[in-house]
Nanobody
């Protein structure tokens, strides 16, 4: 049974930092693409960053480049999202997700593949105050 469990959300002032974690269980870790998404109230869900677990290659949405870093611990089957220089517009529920099995590294790193994820965690709230 596959499962994605996020943690690490919270409230922070603008300019601050948070680190989110997502434990991925039941996957063939090393052959799956994992990503972070977010959804603010009244807005559509949007992709933030993705990592191919086979080699740690990453891709980012333009609006977080230079501020957010996705990484992984292959021993713990866990991915992280380090968020620095947070802005009030980063306030959202953040979700960890896994791409459809069979889509490999090329799709994972394609910045247009945010619609190819089918497994989702329960989400963790991030609130940034000004």
């Amino acid at each position: 049974q596959v499962q994605l469990v996020e943690s690490g959300g919270g409230s922070v002032q603008a300019g601050g930092s948070l680190r989110l974690s997502c434990v991925a269980s039941g996957y063939n870790y090393g052959s799956v693409c994992l990503g972070w998404f977010r959804q603010a109230p009244g807005k559509e869900r949007e992709g933030v960053a993705a990592i191919y677990t086979g080699d740690g290659a990453t891709t980012y949405a333009d609006y977080v480049k230079g501020r957010f870093t996705i990484s992984q611990d292959t021993v713990k089957n866990t991915i992280y999202l380090q968020m620095n220089s947070l802005k009030p517009e980063d306030t959202a529920m953040y979700y960890c997700a896994a791409m459809w099995t069979g889509y490999g590294r090329r799709w994972c790193l394609d910045g247009r593949s945010w619609n190819l994820y089918n497994d989702w965690g329960q989400g963790t709230q991030v609130t940034v105050s000004s």
